[in-house]
C-alpha cells in the first residue's frame, strides 16, 4: 500500500504502521483491557470523561463521543495536534465530518471500526457511497481528496476500538484550516481538535485504575 499513497501520506505511514507503538507493552500488558473496563465502570475516568462530552456534537447523544488521547505538542501543520489515539466505545460514532483538509494515516491498535465514505460534506449527501471495515493492525488513509468525508462508528459487540492517527497538511495546502468539519443537522459546524489527556498522562491513570480495581480497592473518582 504505501506505494500507492501521497508523499504526506507515505511520511505518515512510516510513523504509525510500524511496530513501534504498541498498545499493550511489557510494562502495562492489560492497557486494553484496563480502557475497556474503565469505560464500563461507572467511576472510570473513560466513563465520566465520556459522559460529560455527550453535548460535544449538539444535542446531548451519549453514543456520539469518542476519547481523544494526544501525543506531544501542536506543531501548526496539522488541525491539532497531529499525533491522537482515539477511543471507539462498542456503538459509539461520529458525525459526518472531514479532516480540514489535512492528510492522515490510521492504525488500528485494538478492535475494529466501520468507516462510511461520502462524496462531500453536505446536509444532501448523506447516503454514504462506500464503508469499509477496519480489524486490528489494519492501516486506512485519508489525502486531502480522497476518503476526507466520513464517519465512524464502532459496530461491535464487546470490545472498544483503539486507533493512533497521526495528521499533517500537505506542502500544497496553503490554507492551514485549523478545525475538523461536520455536519449538524442541515448546516456545517466546526469542531476544535481537543484534548481529553495526554498519552503519558492518560496510560497513568489506567494503570492506577487497573491496580486499584484487580486489588480491591475500586477505581478512582472520574476527574
Partial sequence: ??????????????NVASEMFRLDTPDFPEFAQAIKESIADPNGWCHGTLARKAE???????????????????????????FVMEIWPVGHYSPIHNHGGAEAVIKVLHG???VDLYR?????HQAPFATA???????????????????????????PCITIQCYLYAETNEVHWPYFDYLAKAKIANFDPNSD????SFKARMKDEWQRRH???GASQPG
Fill in 56 to 82: 460535544e456534537f449538539g444535542a446531548p447523544d451519549p453514543d456520539k463521543t469518542y476519547l481523544r488521547i494526544t501525543l506531544g505538542q501542536n506543531q501548526g501543520d496539522s488541525p491539532g495536534v497531529p
Fill in 1 to 14: 500500500m504505501p506505494g500507492n499513497l501521497t508523499s504526506t501520506c507515505r511520511q505518515l505511514y512510516d
Fill in 120 to 124: 462531500m460534506l453536505s446536509p444532501y
Fill in 197 to 200: 489527556d495526554d498519552y503519558v
Fill in 215 to 217: 486489588s480491591g480497592g
Fill in 133 to 159: 471495515v477496519f480489524e486490528k493492525d489494519d492501516v486506512a488513509w485519508i489525502s486531502s481528496r480522497l476518503n476526507q468525508v466520513h464517519k465512524l462508528i464502532n459496530r461491535g459487540t464487546d470490545e
Fill in 112 to 114: 475494529e471500526i466501520n
